[in-house]
């Protein structure tokens, strides 16, 4: 008898490094990579770094707040820092955390190598970014506690809290990803609203009551405690991960990549509606009220009742309104409503932006684009509107000009990034000698953020 043909199984370790090898021979057969730039990607971190901590010493150092009372600090940091882990946690779930392409998933991933052995590295490396951007948030939340720069000691403490606790929520993601994402979607929106519920009561709470606290250095002591029991667990269910959890978030993923690379937001901006439309339960088939304009605006006004995640979002948006009318000067209240306004009226703008994106819809429903325009504004004018008045409390005392500019402004900056046209990437050039900008594409791009911080700019002159 002829013996079996012996089948060599490479271990994970020599697949990672066989793998390494030849995408570092390919980066250097074209000259490209990750790491080609980096500097470029780390200097704008370190510019924009400097400049929020920048302004929030100067808000800090800012005129007393107009409220009877301030908020507590502790819990309004707490509540900030609830609200943070809740969307990161829902975030990681979106994206996997633990996520690998179509090949990896087909060729490698498939065989016979130990799967959880291939993808402890990605765990390990998902960690130390999530301990990095943890530290920096922390020490962030420190200068924000202290008003300046805090002493070193209580500075590394935050730190080594932050980094603690986002290593958990990573660990923890992996987890509820190997077994019932749901559940940690479920987790993450809980979060957030007890986040909203700590600000509620920071604002109720005066700065001089006594509040139960936690040391830092306990804090630190329980969050790298759970960091470490999750993360042990975490690569114990590495090997539960099938092909399916590892592909979930890969289109969301590239709707990022694809969005960054041809400079369109709408990409990624559509395919997060459409996940959130998915997401909402089905309702009644009604017939539209009247004919043409009226079952128009009925139709569009039942669609943007029924947005998912609409109603949660503007009772977020005045929990933070009220918490910057309570922090923040009296001057500086007028933008930020100005810009949540627009956030809550851009959530219930999908039937508009479905208008001004689809020239075949348009044709089918008949009537000029400028009457379609206007009739799928109205529900956003309607929710805007509301929401304001919901607000008017925190902004008293106010210029009545500035209030009613307000929902108005918020549904034209929606409607002027629902009409932007595709990005023309043909468009001039200007050399400036360091380097050339597409000064038609950069103008494209910010045909909707300009007109709204147009907007906060005369909310802050009205509010002087």
């Given at each position: 008898?002829?013996?079996?043909?012996?089948?060599?199984?490479?271990?994970?370790?020599?697949?990672?490094?066989?793998?390494?090898?030849?995408?570092?021979?390919?980066?250097?057969?074209?000259?490209?990579?990750?790491?080609?730039?980096?500097?470029?990607?780390?200097?704008?971190?370190?510019?924009?770094?400097?400049?929020?901590?920048?302004?929030?010493?100067?808000?800090?150092?800012?005129?007393?707040?107009?409220?009877?009372?301030?908020?507590?600090?502790?819990?309004?940091?707490?509540?900030?820092?609830?609200?943070?882990?809740?969307?990161?946690?829902r975030a990681a779930l979106a994206l996997g955390p633990m996520?690998?392409?179509?090949?990896?998933?087909?060729?490698?991933?498939?065989?016979?190598?130990?799967?959880?052995?291939?993808?402890?590295?990605?765990?390990?490396?998902?960690?130390?970014v999530a301990a990095v951007v943890g530290a920096g948030i922390?020490?962030?939340?420190?200068?924000?506690?202290?008003?300046?720069?805090?002493?070193?000691?209580?500075?590394?403490?935050?730190?080594v809290t932050g980094a603690g606790v986002a290593v958990a929520?990573?660990?923890?993601?992996?987890?509820?990803?190997?077994?019932?994402?749901?559940?940690?979607?479920?987790?993450?929106?809980?979060?957030?609203?007890?986040?909203?519920?700590?600000?509620?009561?920071?604002?109720?709470?005066?700065?001089?009551?006594?509040?139960?606290?936690?040391?830092?250095?306990?804090?630190?002591?329980?969050?790298?405690?759970?960091?470490?029991?999750?993360?042990?667990?975490?690569?114990?269910?590495?090997?539960?991960?099938?092909?399916?959890?590892?592909?979930?978030?890969?289109?969301?993923?590239?709707?990022?990549?694809?969005?960054?690379?041809?400079?369109?937001?709408?990409?990624?901006?559509?395919?997060?509606?459409?996940?959130?439309?998915?997401?909402?339960?089905?309702?009644?088939?009604?017939?539209?009220?009247?004919?043409?304009?009226?079952?128009?605006?009925?139709?569009?006004?039942?669609?943007?009742?029924?947005?998912?995640?609409?109603?949660?979002?503007?009772?977020?948006?005045?929990?933070?309104?009220?918490?910057?009318?309570?922090?923040?000067?009296?001057?500086?209240?007028?933008?930020?409503?100005?810009?949540?306004?627009?956030?809550?009226?851009?959530?219930?703008?999908?039937?508009?932006?479905?208008?001004?994106?689809?020239?075949?819809?348009?044709?089918?429903?008949?009537?000029?684009?400028?009457?379609?325009?206007?009739?799928?504004?109205?529900?956003?004018?309607?929710?805007?509107?509301?929401?304001?008045?919901?607000?008017?409390?925190?902004?008293?005392?106010?210029?009545?000009?500035?209030?009613?500019?307000?929902?108005?402004?918020?549904?034209?900056?929606?409607?002027?990034?629902?009409?932007?046209?595709?990005?023309?990437?043909?468009?001039?050039?200007?050399?400036?000698?360091?380097?050339?900008?597409?000064?038609?594409?950069?103008?494209?791009?910010?045909?909707?953020?300009?007109?709204?911080?147009?907007?906060?700019?005369?909310?802050?002159?009205?509010?002087?």
């Amino acid at each position: 008898m002829t013996a079996p043909p012996l089948v060599h199984v490479p271990a994970a370790r020599e697949l990672r490094t066989e793998l390494a090898r030849v995408r570092r021979a390919r980066r250097a057969a074209t000259k490209d990579g990750p790491g080609s730039d980096w500097y470029t990607p780390l200097l704008a971190v370190f510019v924009l770094g400097g400049l929020l901590v920048q302004g929030l010493r100067r808000v800090m150092g800012a005129e007393a707040a107009p409220l009877p009372h301030a908020p507590h600090v502790g819990l309004l940091l707490g509540a900030v820092g609830l609200v943070l882990a809740g969307m990161v946690l829902r975030a990681a779930l979106a994206l996997g955390p633990m996520l690998a392409g179509p090949a990896v998933r087909h060729w490698v991933l498939s065989g016979v190598v130990d799967r959880g052995a291939m993808l402890r590295p990605r765990l390990a490396a998902a960690a130390a970014v999530a301990a990095v951007v943890g530290a920096g948030i922390g020490a962030l939340g420190a200068i924000v506690v202290a008003g300046t720069v805090p002493p070193w000691r209580t500075a590394v403490w935050w730190s080594v809290t932050g980094a603690g606790v986002a290593v958990a929520l990573v660990a923890a993601a992996v987890v509820w990803q190997a077994g019932s994402p749901r559940a940690g979607r479920a987790t993450g929106v809980g979060l957030v609203g007890a986040g909203l519920a700590l600000a509620l009561a920071a604002l109720l709470v005066p700065r001089s009551a006594t509040v139960p606290s936690v040391p830092v250095t306990d804090t630190a002591v329980v969050a790298w405690a759970a960091a470490l029991v999750l993360f042990v667990v975490a690569r114990r269910r590495l090997i539960v991960l099938d092909r399916a959890a590892l592909g979930a978030g890969s289109g969301l993923a590239a709707a990022v990549q694809a969005a960054g690379t041809f400079i369109e937001p709408g990409l990624l901006l559509g395919l997060l509606e459409e996940r959130r439309w998915r997401s909402a339960r089905r309702g009644r088939a009604r017939r539209g009220l009247g004919h043409r304009s009226v079952a128009l605006l009925h139709s569009d006004l039942r669609r943007a009742l029924r947005t998912p995640g609409a109603l949660t979002l503007g009772v977020g948006l005045l929990v933070v309104s009220y918490t910057a009318a309570a922090i923040l000067p009296h001057v500086a209240v007028a933008p930020v409503v100005a810009v949540a306004a627009y956030a809550i009226a851009s959530r219930v703008a999908a039937g508009l932006r479905a208008v001004t994106r689809s020239a075949a819809l348009r044709r089918a429903l008949g009537g000029t684009d400028g009457v379609l325009t206007l009739l799928h504004l109205a529900a956003p004018l309607v929710v805007a509107a509301v929401w304001t008045a919901a607000v008017l409390p925190a902004l008293l005392p106010a210029n009545p000009l500035a209030v009613v500019l307000i929902p108005i402004g918020a549904v034209a900056v929606v409607e002027r990034s629902a009409t932007r046209p595709p990005p023309d990437y043909g468009a001039a050039v200007f050399d400036t000698g360091f380097g050339a900008v597409p000064i038609d594409l950069v103008r494209q791009l910010v045909r909707g953020p300009a007109l709204l911080a147009g907007l906060a700019a005369v909310q802050l002159l009205l509010a002087v």
